[in-house]
T-cell receptor
Framework: SQQGEEDPQALSIQEGENATMNCSYK?????LQWYRQNSGRGLVHLIL?????REKHSGRLRVTLDTSKKSSSLLITASRAADTASYFC????????????FGAGTRLFVKA | ETGVTQSPTHLIKTRGQQVTLRCSSQ?????VSWYQQALGQGPQFIFQ???????GRGNFPPRFSGLQFPNYSSELNVNALELDDSALYLC?????????????FGSGTRLTVV
């Protein structure tokens, strides 16, 4: 079963606008990670937020984590056409061994 | 510092055959994990190795097996290939056993089973 589920499945915005993606998960976590993937290539690690953190920033990225609601959001400010990609959240399920579980992703399209 | 490299980049195999995919971890990383990604889907966790021992496995049958070598490079072996095994296979390495510092991914191997 999927640990992380992203919402929305797809998002289309104009360049300069902000993009917000949400992720929900099911079990307790040590950390939650966000990745970007361009056109079926390898994933790029964007940001990791630990379970004792509520918010984290990296450049134009802002991630929040609400462990009581088992949810996280990724905000990309002032989006650019180059931000067009799929975005995935990932969580670690460490019951019965280590597993990293990805959701189905949000496909972001930024129009120039 | 080199990243994660995978080989080959593309591969076509016939149903029933066996395939070996290879991954060279980022320098200094002792953990490697493998994922299968079907078109339009998120990566599905296959298994993870930490210091040459498998320490986590997803819902994949035993015909998916792996190895991690002393230099932390890794192989994914798939026996008795099925059409549904056609996918992008991703390898990722990490500094920590539980991925606590995030994973560095390779560009993947695109496997087509005909």
């Amino acid at each position: 079963s999927q640990q992380g589920e992203e919402d929305p499945q797809a998002l289309s915005i104009q360049e300069g606008e902000n993009a917000t993606m949400n992720c929900s998960y099911k079990t307790s976590i040590n950390n939650l990670q966000w990745y970007r993937q361009n056109s079926g290539r390898g994933l790029v690690h964007l940001i990791l937020i630990r379970s004792n953190e509520r918010e984290k920033h990296s450049g134009r990225l802002r991630v929040t984590l609400d462990t009581s609601k088992k949810s996280s959001s990724l905000l990309i400010t002032a989006s650019r056409a180059a931000d067009t990609a799929s975005y995935f959240c990932a969580t670690a399920d460490n019951t019965g061994g280590f597993k990293t579980i990805f959701g189905a992703g949000t496909r972001l399209f930024v129009k120039a | 510092e080199t990243g994660v490299t995978q080989s080959p980049t593309h591969l076509i195999k016939t149903r029933g055959q066996q395939v070996t995919l290879r991954c060279s971890s980022q320098s200094g990383h002792n953990t490697v994990s493998w994922y299968q990604q079907a078109l339009g889907q998120g990566p599905q966790f296959i298994f993870q190795y930490y210091r040459e021992e498998e320490n986590g496995r997803g819902n994949f049958p035993p015909r998916f097996s792996g190895l991690q070598f002393p230099n932390y490079s890794s192989e994914l072996n798939v026996n008795a290939l099925e059409l549904d095994d056609s996918a992008l296979y991703l390898c990722a390495s990490s500094l920590a056993e539980g991925g606590g510092f995030g994973y560095t991914f390779g560009s993947g191997t695109r496997l087509t089973v005909v």
